[in-house]
């Protein structure tokens, strides 16, 4: 029980969270919509049964199982993971450009995920070196990378309200 109320509590705070911060760069539609597919049963009971409380259940369940069915449904739903945006061809698996606004809500998604779990050791960097910690084993459109790259370190260098100041500017 207790880790149905947490996971339940921590997917709840993520999402009014996201949903605050893409309001705030303008996307209110991608905001209201933002990780639904998360309460679907699926994705729910996994988080549940993964549950850490400082860092993603799918981390842990991949750790465990070796795969994740949760974020195999998550991934392929939602619009904000670079994984949503692969596509196989002739010539293999190949990353598609994706666009603006779901990076920009891939960013929203980023810094409040990085502020949940790292609690008083978050940082205006952190999320830009969670992404680098990963960034040398993921498929991801090298424009896709450049923008979220670039948001990432114009975060660490102004904070995050220049940030959304400079995206509702420059992307919006
Ligand atoms: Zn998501």
Request: glycine share 6%; aromatic share 12%; net charge positive.
């Amino acid at each position: 029980m207790g880790d149905f109320l947490g996971h339940l509590s921590t997917i709840n705070r993520h999402k009014y969270r996201v949903t605050k911060l893409c309001f705030r760069c303008g996307l209110y539609k991608q905001g209201l919509l933002h990780d639904l597919s998360k309460y679907s049963l699926i994705e729910f009971k996994a988080g549940v049964k993964f549950y850490q409380g400082n860092r993603s259940p799918i981390d842990r369940e991949k750790e465990v199982l070796g795969y994740s069915e949760g974020w195999l449904h998550h991934k392929g739903r939602n619009k904000h993971h670079w994984e949503y945006w692969l596509d196989n061809a002739r010539d293999g698996i190949k990353p598609i450009e994706m666009p603006t606004r779901y990076v920009i809500e891939m960013f929203c998604d980023r810094v409040v995920a990085s502020q949940i779990y790292q609690k008083e050791n978050y940082h205006d960097d952190s999320a830009l070196n969670y992404y680098l910690n990963g960034r040398d084993h993921i498929m991801i459109h090298p424009n896709t990378d450049k923008l979220i790259m670039h948001l990432l370190t114009y975060l660490s260098e102004h904070g995050l309200d220049e940030t959304v100041a400079y995206i509702k500017t420059n992307l919006r």
